[in-house]
C-alpha cells in the first residue's frame, strides 16, 4: 500500500510534468484540458472543506462556480462593450483585470454562501440536500430569465483577461496560474484542517451533540466552512469562465453541483488531493472514453456506481488500503 | 386582465401542481418509508414518458400506452431497488446521492442510446382532445382538466392505501421501526420493493401524462424532480398531505407568478423592465416561497419536529 | 447552606402520552455526588437531557450557579460550567483519542474560529487534553482511533472531554457501563476524589458505585422522585423498595 503522501506528491509533479511535455511536444489541446482539470480540481477542493471536513452534501455548489463565471462575465462585457455598468446612482467600470474579477467572484459567491448556508443550515440531512439543490435550480433559472446578459444563449468574451506580468493568451501561461491558484486552495484546506476549526468542524460532522456540550455550536462552524467553501468554488467558476472565455446558465446546472460530489468521490472524499485526482480522472475518461462513444456518461454512471458501492474511500483509498482519512 | 383569465390561471396551476403531486408523494413515500433520497425518481418519469410514446406510436391507443407508462416505471423502479438502492438503505446520504446520481447518468444516456436525441411526441387522445365549457363560460382543454381528475383521483387511492389497507399499516409501521415490523412477520424487503415501484409507477404516470402536453425527451425527468424536492420541503418529508398541499402551492405559484409579477411591476415600471424583471422574481418565485416556509418551519408544514 | 450550584424545579417532559419526567425538583450542591437511580426507561436521561440543553422542558426551569439557564442553548450551557457524559459515547470516532479531547481545549479556551496554526502544536490546548487523558489513565492512548476503543475507553474518553471544560457542575450519564470490575472500581476512586473540585450529578445502574460514592440519592421511577436522601436512608426506604424493586418489598 503506498502512503498517501507520496500519491499527493506524484499527482501533483504530474501537473507539472504534463503540460510541460505538452508545451515541447507542440500539444497546446492536452495544456488546456489539463487547465480543465486543474479548475475543475479548484472548484471540488472548494467543495471538499464543506463536504469532507464538514459533512455539508451540498447539491448547490453550481451557485457559487456560476457566481464566479458571471462576475467574470459581467466585468468583462462592460469593460469589451466600454458601457459601464449602471445600478442607480452606482456606476461600475467593467475590467478586464483578473486579480479584480477574482476578488468580485469571491466576495459575491461568500455572500451568497452566506445567506443560502444561513437558510440551509436550519435544516440537516436530506431536508440540507434538496434545499441546496434547490437553490441551484433558482440561480440556474434566473440566469436564464434575466436576459440583460445574455440569458440562456450566454456571455462570450472575446479575449481572455489580463494578470500582472503574465501573457494569459499562452495556454500554458494561463495553466500556470491556475495551478497556482490550485496549490493555495490546497494549502489553505490543509491549513483549515489541522486547524482549531477544523478540528471543531471535523467533530461537528461526526458527533454534532459533543460539539455542542464542550460549547460550541455546530452551525456557526458549518456556516463558516460553507462560506469558505462558496468562495472557493466561486473563483474556479471565473476563471472556469476565462478558459472557455464564455459564460451561460449551465454552469449554475445541477449537474455541475452533481459532478462536484462525484469528482471527490472518485478521488477520495475528504482527503486533501481527493478532488484534484477525481478532476484529473474526469477530465481523461471524458476525453477518452468521449472519443470513443457518444454515451461515455453511461459508462462513468457505472464507474460510480461501482466505486460507492464497493470502493469506499475513492481512487486513494484503493491505492492506501484506507477508507478514510485516518481508518 | 378579464376573471376569466385568471380563473384559466388557476387552472393551469392547478393541473400543474397535481402532477407535481404525483412526483413528489412517490419521493416522500420512498423517504418516509426506507429513508432514502432517490435523485433518480426523475429516470422513472422519463421511462414512463418513453414507454407510453413507444407504446402509442405502435399501437395508437392512449390507455395502452398509460398502462405501459405504469408497468415500465414499475418494473425499472423494482428492478434497481433490487440491484441497487436495496444496499443504500443504511448507508450515508452522500452514498445515496451518488449512487441515485449515478442512475440518472445511466438512465439518461442510455435512453438516449436507445431513442436518440430528438424529442418524440405523444398526442392527446381524441376523446380527450378540445375545449369544454366550464360554468362562467370558461374555456378549458378537457385533457387538463382530466388530468387534475386523475391526480384526484390518485391522491385520494393514496388515502386509502396509507390509511385503511394492511399493506399502509405496514408502511407506517414501517416508518417508525422496521425491527419491529420484520419481528412482526413482514416480508420487510419484499415491502420496500413493492413501495419503491408504487413510487416509480406514479412518477412514470405523471411522465406519460405530462408527456401528451409537452414533449418526451431526455432530461425531462430532473427539473420536475427538483420541483418535487421543493414540494416535499414545504409540505414536510414523509406526509403524503404535505406532499400534496406542497404541490398545489408550488404549482398556482409558479403558474400565476408567470403570468402576474410581470404585470405587477408594470404598476410601477416601464413595461420592458418590468417584464424582465416580473419574470426573473417569477423564475424564483417558488424557491422563495420555500424559503419563507423555512424559516417559519425548517421541517416543512406537516413534517415531524426533528 | 449556601445555593446549589444546579438546580432544578419541577421538570416536566412528555413524549406524547409518557411523561417521561413529571415534576422532577432536584438540587446539586458544592462538594456533593448527587446519585440519579431508577429502572430503565425512568427518565434519568430525559432529565439529563433537560439540564443540558438537548430538550426543552414542558414546565419547569433549570438554574446553574443561580442564574436561569432554562432558554438556553446546549452550547451555551456549557460555556456556563456545564460538564456532561453521554450514555451512548458521542465522540468523533474517526478521530484520535487526543483529538477529542482537544476538542474539549478547544471548546474550553473559546478557539473555534482560529483557521491557521495546527491545533495540536498549541502547547496550551496540547497540554490540557494530554493532562485530561492522563487523569483519567487513557494518555497512552492519545494516538489510537477512537473508533477503536472498547467500551469502557471510551466511557474513559467521555469523562476525559468533560474534564477539559474545567465545568462548575459534571452530569456524567453512566460513566460505569461497560468498564468492568476493575475498571469500575478505578473510576469510583477517580469520581471520588473529582467531587472536590466540581459536583457530580451521577446517573448510575452500578450500585456498588452508587453507594460507595453517594452522598445524596434520588430514585426516579416513572418520571417523578420517589425519595431523596442519604444512602442509609435510601437503602432503608420502604417506599423505595416496593417501587425499585417490585414485588420482592
Ligand atoms: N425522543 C424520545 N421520544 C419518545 N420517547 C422517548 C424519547 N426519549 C426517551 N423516550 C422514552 O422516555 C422514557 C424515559 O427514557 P430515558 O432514556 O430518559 O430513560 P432512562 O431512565 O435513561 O433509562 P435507561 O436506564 O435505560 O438509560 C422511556 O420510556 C423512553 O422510551
Ligand atoms: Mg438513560
Redo the contacts between chains.
Sequence with gaps: MIAERWINWIVLLGFVVLPLWALFADEPFTITLATRAVILALAAVGLNIALGIGGLVSLGHAVFFGLGGYAMGILAHHAQTYAPLELGPLVIEGTKSMPIIWVTALVTSALAALVIGLLSLRTTGVYFIMITLAFGQMFFFFSISWSAYGGEDGLSIYVRNDFPGLNTLQPIQFFGLCLAVLCLALGIHS??R???????L??AR??P?????????PMR?KL?AFVISGALTGLSGALFADLNRFVSPTMFSWQLSGELIVLIIIGGVGRLMGPVIGAALFVALEHLLGGLTEFWLVWLGVILLLIVLFARGGIIGILTGKA???? | MSTILILEQVLNGLQFGIMLFLMAAGLTLIFGVMGLINLAHGSLYMVGAFAAAAVAGATGSFLLALAAALAAAAVAGAIIEIVVIRRLYRAAHLDQVLATFALILIFSEGTRWVFGSFPLFLDVPSYLSGPVTLPGGIQYPLYRLALIAVGLAVAVFLWWLTARTRIGIQIRAGENDREMIAALGVDISRLYTLVFALGAALAGLAGALVGAIQSVQVGMGEPVLILAFVVIVIGGIGSIKGAFIGAVLVGLTDTLGGIFLPELFKLFMEPGAATQTGSALASMAVYILMSLVLIWRPTGLFGARA | MSEPVLATRNLKKAFGALQATDDVSIDLRAGEIHAIIGPNGAGKSTLIAQI???YRPDAGTVHLAGVDVTSL????R??RG???T?QIS???????VL??A???A???A???????????R?RS?RDRAMEALARVGIADLADQ?T?NLSHGQRRQLEVA?AL??APKAFIMDEPMAGLGAEGSKVMTTFLDGLRSEAPILLVEHDMDAVFALADRISVLVYGRVIATGSVEEIRNSREVREAYLGEEA
Design positions: 491549513r483549515l489541522t486547524s482549531p476549526f477544523g478540528l471543531a471535523n467533530a461526526q458527533a451533540e459533543r460539539v455542542e456540550t464542550v460549547g460550541l455550536n462552524l463558516l478514510g482519512p485516518n481508518v | 443540558c440543553g438537548g442553548s446546549t452550547a451555551e456549557a460555556q456545564l460538564g456532561r453521554f458521542a465522540l468523533a470516532m474517526e478521530d484520535t483529538e477529542n482537544l476538542l474539549g478547544v471548546g474550553h473559546r478557539k473555534p474560529w482560529r483557521l491557521w496554526g495546527a491545533v495540536e498549541d490546548l482511533i473508533a472531554v477539559t471544560l
